[in-house]
C-alpha cells in the first residue's frame, strides 16, 4: 500500500477516534442533568444518548460544511499531515481534560488544531480569518445566550410552578427531564459528530477522492457510530462536574436546562454553525443557578472551565504544531 493512502487511512481512523472521544467526552452535555436529579438511571440514559447521538449524527452536514471550508481557503492549503497534526492535538487535549475532568470544547480544540497545523505549515496565507472569525463567534456568544436565556426560562417557570409543592412539582418534571434529555442527545450528535466528517471530506477532497465538498453517506455512518460508541462508554467525570458542581441541580432545573440547551444547539446546526455543546450546557446551568439565586453557582467551578476553555485554542495549536514538525522529519 502507498504511502499516500496510509496517511488517508491514519486521517480517517483519527477523526473517527476523536469522534469516540467526544463521544464520552462530551456524554454529560446530554445526560448529566438528569442523572444527577435521578429522573433517569444512568445505563438507561447512557443507551439513549448513543442511540439519539447516531440519529442526531445522520440528520444534516451543514456544520461539516463549515468546519470543511471556512477554516481554510481551500483544500489546496491542506494536506495529510497537517490534518493529523490537527486531529492529534485535539485528541491530545481532549483527553487531557477529560482526566482532570475539566468540561472543555472539542469544538475548540479542533479549530485550534487546524490553525496551529495550518500556521505551521502553509502560514497565515491559508486560513480563511472571515470564516474562523465566524465559527469563533459562534462559539463564543452560544454559551453566553445559553446563560441569558437559560436565566429567563427558570424565571418562567418559576413563575407558573411557584405555588405548587415542590414534591409534586419534582415529580413531574423528572418525568420532563426524560424527554428534554433526549432532545439534548439529538442536538448533540446533529452538531458535533460532523465535526469529524467535515475533516473525513476535507482529506478526501484534498486528496482528489472527491471533486466537490460533499459528505459521502459512508462518512457519515461511520462518524455517527463513532460517536454512539463513544456516548456507550460514558464519560463519569465529567457527567459529576457538569450535574452537581456548578449548581445543585432540581428535576425543574435540569429540565429547564436541558431544554434551553437542546434548542440553543439545533437552531446552531440548522445555521451550519459549530457549536460546542459543553459550553452552552454549562452556560445554561450556570443561568438557571443564576435565576434562582447568584450564590447558588459555585462560580469558583464555574472560573476553573472558563480557564480551560479560554486556553483550549492556545493549546491545541501548540500541540498541533509541534506534531506537525514531528511529522515532518520522517515524511
Known amino acids: 500500500m502507498h504511502e499516500f493512502q496510509i496517511l488517508i487511512i491514519l486521517i480517517i481512523l483519527l477523526a473517527l477516534l476523536f469522534d469516540f472521544i467526544n463521544g464520552f467526552h462530551d456524554t454529560a452535555n446530554a445526560i448529566a442533568t438528569s442523572v444527577s436529579t435521578r429522573a433517569i438511571s444512568p445505563r438507561t440514559a447512557i443507551v439513549m444518548a448513543a442511540f439519539l447521538n447516531f440519529c442526531g449524527a445522520m440528520y444534516s452536514t451543514g456544520v461539516a460544511h463549515t468546519i470543511g471550508g471556512d477554516i481554510v481557503k481551500s483544500a489546496e492549503h491542506v494536506n495529510e499531515l497537517i ?13 487531557l481534560t477529560w482526566w482532570l475532568a475539566l468540561p472543555s470544547s472539542s469544538s475548540h480544540a479542533l479549530v485550534g488544531g487546524i490553525i496551529g497545523a495550518v500556521l505551521v505549515s502553509t502560514g497565515s496565507s491559508g486560513l480563511n480569518f472571515v470564516g474562523i472569525g465566524k465559527i469563533v463567534l459562534s462559539l463564543v456568544l452560544s454559551p453566553v445566550i445559553a446563560a441569558a436565556t437559560g436565566c429567563v426560562v427558570m424565571t418562567v417557570l418559576f413563575m407558573v410552578f411557584g405555588r405548587c409543592k415542590p414534591s409534586s412539582i419534582n415529580n413531574k418534571f423528572k418525568k420532563a427531564q426524560i424527554l428534554s434529555a433526549a432532545m439534548m442527545a439529538f442536538s448533540h450528535g446533529s452538531n458535533d459528530a460532523q465535526k469529524s466528517m467535515g475533516i473525513i471530506t476535507l482529506a478526501l477532497l484534498s486528496a482528489g477522492y472527491l471533486q466537490v465538498f460533499d459528505v459521502p453517506t459512508f462518512v457519515k455512518i461511520m462518524a455517527a457510530i463513532a460517536m454512539a460508541c463513544g456516548t456507550a462508554v460514558g464519560g463519569w467525570k465529567i457527567i459529576k462536574t457538569v450535574g452537581g458542581k456548578i449548581f445543585k441541580l432540581e428535576p425543574i432545573s435540569g429540565f429547564a436546562a436541558d431544554l434551553n440547551s437542546s434548542i440553543i444547539i439545533f437552531s446552531a446546526t440548522l445555521m451550519a454553525l459549530p457549536v ?4 452552552v450546557v454549562s452556560g445554561s446551568i ?19 472551565m472558563f ?4 486556553l483550549t485554542i492556545p493549546s491545541t495549536a501548540i500541540v498541533a504544531a509541534i506534531i506537525y514538525r514531528v511529522l515532518k522529519i520522517f515524511f
Open 83 to 95: 490534518l493529523i497534526a490537527a486531529l492529534g492535538g485535539a485528541i491530545i487535549w481532549n483527553t
Open 307 to 310: 480557564i480551560a476553555w479560554v
Open 286 to 304: 450556570m443561568g438557571v443557578g443564576t435565576a434562582k439565586r447568584v450564590r447558588a453557582v459555585h462560580w469558583g467551578v464555574a472560573k476553573q
Open 276 to 279: 460546542s455543546t459543553t459550553h
